[in-house]
């Protein structure tokens, strides 16, 4: 069973960089699996922001594409998120996963974005 | 507004028989890519219920089912339990986005 853990500032500022990291334990990020990003606004629904291959290659939200990076560390088994000049719309509910259909989720962490 | 549209809610009483449409285009659901749904139940993760339009996890009741046909996608609960109350979300791969979509999400509620 595949788990992944989200860590990260719960805080940032406006105009800021928001930046997670994903822990994935119980296989090799190097396996066949790309891996994701997905968030969730306060009562709203969810939005897949991208997700990245252990080679390296990445797929991007186009409603996000400018401020989005997704990274991979294959030697800490980990890949991460920056989303660059946040704004209080992002504030959301951040989960890693693995790719579509997606059967594995962390457990989200929420980012809020204020002053 | 989504890619994907669903009802924003449905509800039915315990036993009853509640559908969950999914409405897409030409360029996702219509193009023939696959739907998947999700369950979310309040303060967790979503966990996948039915993948590839019909196909059900190891361990999801089989009182949940899920078909295509065209630009649309339904899921279907039989014999409605209190457990059930949850949002939903439907999924697929929009062709004109280059992007997975999710649809807006229904909330199903146990009369």
């Known amino acids: 069973q595949v788990q992944l853990q989200e860590s990260g500032p719960g805080l940032v500022k406006p105009s800021g960089t928001l930046s997670l990291t994903c822990t994935v334990s119980?296989?090799?990020?190097?396996?066949?699996?790309?891996w994701s990003w997905v968030r969730q606004p306060p009562g709203k629904g969810l939005e897949w922001i991208g997700e990245?291959?252990?080679?390296?290659?990445?797929k991007y939200n186009p409603s996000l594409k400018s401020r989005v990076t997704i990274s991979v560390d294959k030697s800490q088994n980990q890949f991460s998120l920056d989303l660059r000049s946040v704004t209080d719309a992002d504030t959301a509910v951040y989960y890693c996963?693995?790719?579509?259909?997606?059967?594995?989720w962390g457990q989200g962490t929420l980012v809020t974005v204020s002053s | 507004q989504s890619v994907l549209t669903q009802p924003p809610s449905v509800s039915g009483a315990p036993g009853q028989r509640v559908t969950i449409s999914c409405t897409g285009s030409?360029?996702?659901?219509?193009?023939?890519?696959?739907v998947h749904w999700y369950q979310q139940l309040p303060g967790t993760a979503p966990k996948l219920l039915i993948y590839?339009?019909?196909n059900r996890p190891s361990g999801v009741p089989d009182r949940f089912s899920g078909s295509k046909s065209g630009a649309s996608a339904s899921l279907v609960v039989t014999g409605l339990q209190a457990e059930d109350e949850a949002d939903y979300y439907c999924?697929?791969?929009?062709?004109?986005?280059?992007?997975?979509?999710f649809g807006g999400g229904t909330k199903l509620t146990v009369l």
């Open positions: 030409s360029s996702n659901i219509g193009a023939g890519y696959d």
């Open positions: 990245i291959y252990h080679s390296g290659s990445t």
């Open positions: 119980g296989t090799v990020i190097s396996s066949s699996h790309w």
């Open positions: 590839g339009n019909n």
């Open positions: 999924q697929s791969y929009d062709s004109r986005l280059s992007a997975v979509v």
């Open positions: 996963a693995t790719d579509t259909p997606i059967a594995d």
